[in-house]
């Protein structure tokens, strides 16, 4: 059993910035790679970013790339995702979730149902 906690989440004006951060308990990420998904109401739940965490390969959805970047700690198991010049459509809950050592990442990173822990969530709102 994993358990995974996102904290971070919080109220910020457009083009601000936030940290998330998921940590794990009970286990370690040793043998799975972290994602982070985002949901909105009346939306589908859809990936944001993921690392590799054997070989530290990232993956970012076009709308967020160049202004989010996700890094791990493996000491503290921790991973993190940094928001910069966030806008008001990155309003989101945003979950945190551990995918089995997966060979094909690159393809399946942002289908949420190849996932196998998730995070309760932390609300995430920009401002305009």
């Known amino acids: 059993e994993v358990q995974l906690v996102e904290s971070g989440g919080g109220l910020v004006q457009a083009g601000g910035s936030l940290r998330l951060s998921c940590v794990a308990s009970?286990?370690?990420?040793?043998?799975?790679?972290i994602g982070w998904f985002r949901q909105v109401p009346g939306k589908e739940r859809e990936g944001v970013s993921c690392i590799s965490t054997t070989d530290g390969t990232t993956y970012y959805a076009d709308s967020v790339k160049g202004r989010f970047t996700i890094s791990s700690d493996a000491a503290e198991n921790t991973v993190y995702l940094q928001m910069n010049s966030l806008k008001p459509e990155d309003t989101a809950v945003y979950y945190c979730?551990?995918?089995?050592?997966?060979?094909?990442?690159?393809?399946?990173?942002?289908?949420?149902?190849?996932?196998?822990?998730w995070g309760q969530g932390t609300q995430v709102t920009v401002s305009s």
């Open positions: 009970g286990s370690t990420f040793d043998d799975y790679d």
């Open positions: 979730a551990a995918i089995f050592h997966e060979e094909n990442l690159h393809r399946l990173w942002s289908y949420s149902y190849q996932y196998d822990y």
